[in-house]
T-cell receptor
Framework: DVKVTQSSRYLVKRTGEKVFLECVQDMDHENMFWYRQDPGPGLRLIYFSYDVKMKEKGDIPEGYSVSREKKERFSLILESASTNQTSMYLC???????????FGSGTQLSVL | RKEVEQDPGPFNVPEGATVAFNCTYSNSASQSFFWYRQDCRKEPKLLMSVYSSGNEDGRFTAQLNRASQYISLLIRDSKLSDSATYLCVVNMRGSARQLTFGSGTQLTVLP
């Protein structure tokens, strides 16, 4: 089974802190994604990556950046965390020729 | 208008009931469609793909109506374990945005 691992299940940070969310997948998937999930809007795409060092903005990239230096790892960076970035963050991956997404178990981030 | 819209519910149904969810999408060029299931405080997981001819997987039936731009999910003989949020997902091939998720429909099956 594909495993997508997110480094933290719960995270509490202060406004202005730099935050790193890490995601690792073990199935050599080319595509990786970062979503945030909120009541109301639901799942929204922040960034995605086609392959190593390749990234594209999703629907809500403002306030976020990403890094994909290795195929298995996709990092989401909040340069200066703000309270409106309190959310559930979900990482996902998939093969380039497949539709099915595999999600990590999520990181609940609280910014105080 | 949201690209993918679902009735958020909640739908509260007794065990054994049949329940149906609909989902509408705005982009007529959309190519592929899915239902994902998300349990409380867990990640979404693919439930089933939705094909033009309709498809069935046990108690679950998914249908696509391209003319009216909606997809549906029918659950027969619902079980307590079916309680979850069901996410409608649409992919417009070639779109840089990849998959677009609906906000989800919450189902609770009551004993």
């Amino acid at each position: 089974d594909v495993k997508v691992t997110q480094s933290s299940r719960y995270l509490v940070k202060r406004t202005g802190e730099k935050v790193f969310l890490e995601c690792v997948q073990d199935m050599d998937h080319e595509n990786m994604f970062w979503y945030r999930q909120d009541p109301g809007p639901g799942l929204r795409l922040i960034y995605f990556s086609y392959d190593v060092k390749m990234k594209e903005k999703g629907d809500i990239p403002e306030g976020y950046s990403v890094s994909r230096e290795k195929k298995e790892r996709f990092s989401l960076i909040l340069e200066s965390a703000s309270t409106n970035q309190t959310s559930m963050y979900l990482c996902a991956s998939r093969r380039i020729d497949a539709e099915k997404l595999f999600f990590g178990s999520g990181t609940q981030l609280s910014v105080l | 208008r949201k690209e993918v819209e679902q009735d958020p519910g909640p739908f509260n149904v007794p065990e054994g009931a049949t329940v149906a969810f609909n989902c509408t999408y705005s982009n007529s060029a959309s190519q592929s469609f899915f239902w994902y299931r998300q349990d409380c405080r867990k990640e979404p997981k693919l439930l089933m793909s939705v094909y033009s001819s309709g498809n069935e997987d046990g108690r679950f039936t998914a249908q696509l109506n391209r003319a009216s731009q909606y997809i549906s999910l029918l659950i027969r003989d619902s079980k307590l374990s079916d309680s979850a949020t069901y996410l409608c997902v649409v992919n417009m091939r070639g779109s840089a945005r990849q998959l677009t998720f609906g906000s989800g429909t919450q189902l609770t099956v009551l004993p």
